[in-house]
């Protein structure tokens, strides 16, 4: 007797069930990659620099540059904000690109080494660099890449410097 109400509660629920839901469609957002490079002279706006060490070898502090340039077919106002660590004119740097325009603005971050080039201690640059994200029409732009630049002359002198970047999203 036992068996009868277990049969019937099974029959009463397996009504209930219906048809087995249908798979969820796939997001309709599809990311995109490209790979884009802009190039810039960027000109000093301002430094604070401080030489330490027995014979001034350490030099640490910070520059701002800008710039004009293209990039993804529409023209920025550029600002780099860079920390340095240099000794005997190599060491690391780190900082902050950002591109500004009508369409919207654009935030890169940067890190790298600095070493003695051609133009002296401290002149020729390389490193990576992240797009931390983006406004307007750039909201969802994201993106990793390479940061390269040349001093063109003494200390504080215009920057010439290249950024490649593999785009997600880029429009």
Do not use: H
């Not at 995109?32 to 190039?39: G, I």
């Not at 690109?97 to 201690?121: H, N, W």
């Not at 390479?146 to 063109?152: A, L, M, N, T």
Request: glycine fraction near 14%.
């Amino acid at each position: 007797m036992r068996i009868a109400p277990v049969v019937a509660a099974a029959a009463l629920l397996a009504g209930c069930a219906g048809a087995p839901a249908p798979p969820e469609a796939p997001s309709p957002t599809v990311s995109t990659k490209r790979t884009q490079e802009f190039v810039a002279t960027f000109e000093p706006d301002d430094r604070i620099q401080y030489q330490v060490g027995a014979d001034l070898e350490k030099t640490y502090g910070w520059l701002e540059y800008s710039a004009r340039t293209r990039f993804l077919d529409n023209g920025f106002d550029a600002q780099m904000l860079v920390a340095n660590d240099f000794v005997k004119g190599n060491g690391t740097f780190e900082g902050f690109v950002t591109l500004v325009s009508g369409k919207g603005d654009i935030g890169l971050r940067i890190t790298g080494v600095a070493s003695s080039g051609p133009q002296g201690p401290g002149s020729s640059f390389t490193g990576e660099t992240e797009v931390i994200g983006g406004t307007q029409a750039y909201a969802t732009l994201a993106g990793r890449g390479r940061f390269s630049g040349e001093r063109v002359g003494d200390v504080g002198t215009p920057i010439d410097v290249r950024v490649t970047l593999e785009l997600i999203n880029a429009r």
